[in-house]
């Protein structure tokens, strides 16, 4: 079992930016990768930025050069740090845990950005 916990998000206005965090408890040591997803209403949940064990990285286009994923290992902690934030950025964002067995996930965290 994985419990994930975000915080970070919030209202900014176009340009501005965020830190998401989301702090892993549990069984840590099944984690193959974290990711963290977007969601707005009406629309299916969309993959942002994953880091894997190895530390390799993946973006969607939309937010390459903006958002940067990364980890510290001794807090249990993954970061999404997003720059230059557009009003088309504005989700819910939900962090999750990848296994072998099943993905978990947190309980998301409303970034809205204003134009």
């Known amino acids: 079992q994985v419990q994930l916990v975000e915080s970070g998000g919030g209202l900014v206005q176009a340009g501005e930016s965020l830190r998401l965090s989301c702090a892993a408890s549990?069984?840590?040591?099944?984690?193959?990768?974290m990711e963290w997803h977007r969601q707005t209403p009406g629309k299916q949940r969309e993959l942002v930025a994953a880091i894997t064990r190895g530390a390799a990285t993946t973006y969607v286009e939309s937010v390459k050069g903006r958002f940067t994923i990364s980890r510290d290992d001794a807090k249990n902690t993954v970061y999404l740090q997003m720059n230059s934030l557009q009003p088309e950025d504005t989700a819910v964002y939900y962090c999750a845990a990848i296994t072998k067995s099943t993905p978990y996930w947190g309980q998301g965290t409303q970034v809205t950005v204003s134009s």
């Open positions: 549990g069984t840590i040591g099944i984690i193959s990768a």
